[in-house]
C-alpha cells in the first residue's frame, strides 16, 4: 500500500480474488451514512454514523483492475467531564469541633474556613471532621462535587445537541444512607433552572443496584464551545453508621430525541471512598415541670400497665382507691451538635425512678413510695423549655416552627408489676 500525494491509499499487484475494504474514524469523528460519495456502509451501533465502516466487495483478475472508492469522515460533536476548582468538598465548617486534629491547613483553605488535614486518630475521631477533603464527611453533612462539563468538535453548520445528559451514581458501602440534597438548577428546565425538559431531571433510587441512588441531569441544549458548571450535594443521613462510606461515579453524554448517541461520551474517575464519622452524643434529662396543688385527688391505683387482664395477673390489678397529688415531668433527649452524631437504634428504653428523700439529713435515705404513671405523651404543652411534640390543637405557625412534627411514641411499663413503689420503663418509638 502506498500513499498518493492527495491523501489517497493505493493498493497495488493485489492477487486475482474478492477484495474489501475496512476504515476506522479517527479519534473524536464518525463515518457518515452511505450516498453517492461514499460507498462505504457504517457498521454497529448509531444508525446515521458509526466509527467502523466497510465498502462493498469486489473482484479483481490481476491484470489490470482499478477501482476508486470514496469514505466520508466527519467530525464527531465531543463531550468534556471534568472537576472544577477544588472539584470535591467532603463536609462543610465548623471543623475540628471535638479539639483533636493535629495538623492544621495552610491558609486559604478550599472552605474559607480553618481546616486540618488528619485522616486517622488522634485527629480524626468518631464523630469528628478535620477538613474538606480528607475523605471523610459527618452524619447530616454534606459533600458537594464541582464539575465542568463542555462540547467541541461540531462540524461546520452542524446542529446543537439537543440534551447533554450528566449522571452520577452514589455507591453506598455498608450502613451509608447517602441522598441527593436536591436537583440542582440546572437540571432544571425554565422557569425554575437552565436545564431541558425532555427527558425530565429525576432522582432514582435501588438503580442501577439495590441501596444505589442515581441523578439523572439534563443540562438542555449545548452549541460548539459551550461550557456548563455544575454543583451536586449529596447528604449524608444521621442513620448512617460510623465507619460506613459511600463512593460516586458520573459520566456525560448526549443523544437524539430518538435515543441515538450523537456525542462522543465521557466520565470522571469514582469519587472515595468517603467514609462517614459519627459517634452518640445525647444529653438525656428529666425536669419537673408542675406539681398540682389545688387540692388531694382520689383514684383507684391500677398497675397492670398493658400485661395481661386483671382476671389473667397473678398480681392484683387494682389495690383500691389512694389519694395523692399529680406530677408533670419532662423527659428529653438533646444534643448539642448539629453533625457527626450517631443515631440510637429504636425503640429506646429509659429506666425511670420516682422516689423522696428527707431534708433532715439533707438528701437523706430514699423513700420508695407507692405512685403510678398515668400517661406517657409527646410534650402537648408550652411548660418547660423543651420543644413541643406533634401539635394536634393548633395549627398556627407559632407552635408549628416550635414543634416536632413528625414525633412516635411512648410507652410505659412496671420494672416489677406486684411492687407499687417499683420504677417504670419508659419507651420511645418511631411513629
Given at each position: 500500500?502506498?500513499?498518493?500525494?492527495?491523501?489517497?491509499?493505493?493498493?497495488?499487484?493485489?492477487?486475482?480474488?474478492?477484495?474489501?475494504?475496512?476504515?476506522?474514524?479517527?479519534?473524536?469523528?464518525?463515518?457518515?451514512?452511505?450516498?453517492?460519495?461514499?460507498?462505504?456502509?457504517?457498521?454497529?451501533?448509531?444508525?446515521?454514523?458509526?466509527?467502523?465502516?466497510?465498502?462493498?466487495?469486489?473482484?479483481v483478475d490481476g491484470v489490470v483492475s482499478f477501482v476508486n472508492l470514496d469514505v466520508a469522515v466527519r467530525p464527531r460533536p465531543e463531550l468534556s467531564l471534568g472537576k472544577f476548582g477544588p472539584g470535591v468538598l467532603d463536609g462543610g465548617p465548623e471543623f475540628n469541633t471535638l479539639g483533636n486534629c493535629a495538623s492544621p491547613v495552610a491558609s486559604p483553605t478550599p472552605t474559607g474556613a480553618p481546616e486540618w488535614s488528619d485522616t486517622a486518630a488522634p485527629g480524626q475521631v468518631p464523630g469528628e471532621d478535620c477538613g474538606s477533603t480528607n475523605g471523610i464527611v459527618r452524619t447530616q453533612d454534606s459533600v458537594a462535587t464541582v464539575w465542568s462539563i463542555t462540547a467541541d468538535n461540531y462540524e461546520p453548520g452542524a446542529p446543537n445537541l439537543e440534551a447533554v445528559i450528566f449522571e452520577q451514581i452514589v455507591h453506598p458501602i455498608g450502613n451509608a444512607i447517602v441522598d441527593f440534597a436536591s436537583i440542582p438548577v440546572s437540571c432544571r428546565p425554565a422557569p425554575n433552572g437552565t436545564g431541558g425538559a425532555t427527558p425530565a431531571?429525576?432522582?432514582?433510587?435501588?438503580?442501577?443496584?439495590?441501596?444505589?441512588?442515581?441523578?439523572?441531569?439534563?443540562?438542555?441544549?449545548?452549541?460548539?464551545?459551550?461550557?456548563?458548571?455544575?454543583?451536586?450535594?449529596?447528604?449524608?443521613?444521621?442513620?448512617?453508621?460510623?465507619?460506613?462510606?459511600?463512593?460516586?461515579?458520573?459520566?456525560?453524554?448526549?443523544?437524539?430525541?430518538?435515543?441515538?448517541?450523537?456525542?462522543?461520551?465521557?466520565?470522571?474517575?469514582?469519587?472515595?471512598?468517603?467514609?462517614?464519622?459519627?459517634?452518640?452524643?445525647?444529653?438525656?434529662?428529666?425536669?419537673?415541670?408542675?406539681?398540682?396543688?389545688?387540692?388531694?385527688?382520689?383514684?383507684?391505683?391500677?398497675?397492670?400497665?398493658?400485661?395481661?387482664?386483671?382476671?389473667?395477673?397473678?398480681?392484683?390489678?387494682?389495690?383500691?382507691?389512694?389519694?395523692?397529688?399529680?406530677?408533670?415531668?419532662?423527659?428529653?433527649?438533646?444534643?448539642?451538635?448539629a453533625t457527626g452524631i450517631e443515631a440510637l437504634a429504636q425503640p429506646i428504653t429509659i429506666e425511670d425512678d420516682f422516689f423522696a428523700t428527707s431534708d433532715t439529713p439533707a438528701n437523706g435515705t430514699p423513700y420508695a413510695f407507692e405512685y403510678e404513671v398515668d400517661d406517657c405523651r409527646f410534650n402537648p404543652s408550652g411548660w418547660g423549655n423543651t420543644v413541643y411534640g406533634k401539635w394536634v390543637s393548633d395549627t398556627s405557625s407559632i407552635w408549628y416552627n416550635r414543634s416536632v412534627l413528625d414525633s412516635g411514641t411512648c410507652s410505659v411499663q412496671r420494672s416489677d408489676q406486684s411492687d407499687p413503689t417499683s420504677d417504670y420503663f419508659v419507651r420511645l418509638g418511631r411513629h
Open positions: 500500500m502506498t500513499t498518493g500525494a492527495d491523501g489517497s491509499y493505493l493498493f497495488s499487484g493485489l492477487l486475482a480474488g474478492n477484495y474489501r475494504i475496512d476504515a476506522t474514524a479517527p479519534q473524536s469523528y464518525w463515518i457518515s451514512p452511505t450516498t453517492t460519495d461514499n460507498v462505504f456502509v457504517p457498521v454497529g451501533v448509531g444508525g446515521t454514523a458509526s466509527k467502523t465502516a466497510s465498502s462493498p466487495t469486489y473482484s431531571s429525576v432522582v432514582t433510587y435501588d438503580d442501577p443496584n439495590p441501596g444505589d441512588v442515581k441523578l439523572t441531569c439534563n443540562l438542555g441544549a449545548f452549541p460548539e464551545g459551550f461550557q456548563e458548571s455544575l454543583t451536586t450535594f449529596l447528604a449524608v443521613s444521621g442513620e448512617s453508621s460510623n465507619g460506613a462510606s459511600f463512593t460516586a461515579e458520573q459520566r456525560v453524554y448526549s443523544a437524539s430525541s430518538a435515543g441515538v448517541p450523537n456525542a462522543v461520551p465521557d466520565s470522571a474517575a469514582e469519587i472515595g471512598p468517603i467514609e462517614i464519622s459519627a459517634a452518640p452524643a445525647y444529653d438525656l434529662a428529666k425536669n419537673a415541670i408542675g406539681l398540682l396543688t389545688y387540692g388531694i385527688q382520689t383514684r383507684d391505683m391500677v398497675f397492670d400497665d398493658g400485661l395481661p387482664s386483671c382476671d389473667s395477673n397473678p398480681q392484683p390489678c387494682n389495690i383500691g382507691p389512694e389519694k395523692g397529688r399529680y406530677a408533670y415531668f419532662q423527659i428529653s433527649l438533646s444534643t448539642d451538635r
